[in-house]
């Protein structure tokens, strides 16, 4: 299972970021999909998660109304809309998968396997 992150980059504050997580040589149907952030110095916090068996979605207070968690036709890619971006998501946001049965929580300790971080940052 391989998971690549990208999108991050350099906005400035209200702007938009659109992240990716493309798995390689499998469909992400059947798994719980999540976004992880960590910022300098903090402990690594859930962002958002999606079921792609039900299409549930989970967001933390912190982003609910600017972001959107979403999946791609074939389900190779998952996508994070950021909007209304301020300079607290500045982080490294990670992408997970966990196969659905085992899909409690979007917990990181939750999480099976993960892509490499795409860094965010949030400045003027």
């Known amino acids: 299972v391989q998971l690549q992150a990208s999108g991050g980059g350099l906005v400035q504050p209200g702007g938009s970021l659109r992240l990716s997580c493309a798995a390689s040589g499998f469909t992400l149907g059947y798994y719980g999909i999540g976004w992880f952030r960590q910022a300098p110095g903090k402990e690594r916090e859930a962002v958002s998660c999606?079921?792609?068996?039900?299409?549930?979605?989970w967001y933390a207070d912190s982003v609910k109304g600017r972001f959107t968690v979403s999946g791609d036709t074939g389900l190779t890619t998952v996508h994070l809309q950021m909007n209304s971006l301020k300079p607290e998501d500045t982080a490294i946001y990670y992408c997970a998968v966990v196969p659905e049965g085992d899909y409690n929580s979007c917990a990181a300790d939750d999480f099976d396997y993960w892509g490499q971080g795409t860094l965010v940052t949030v400045s003027s």
């Open positions: 999606l079921s792609t068996t039900n299409g549930a979605t």
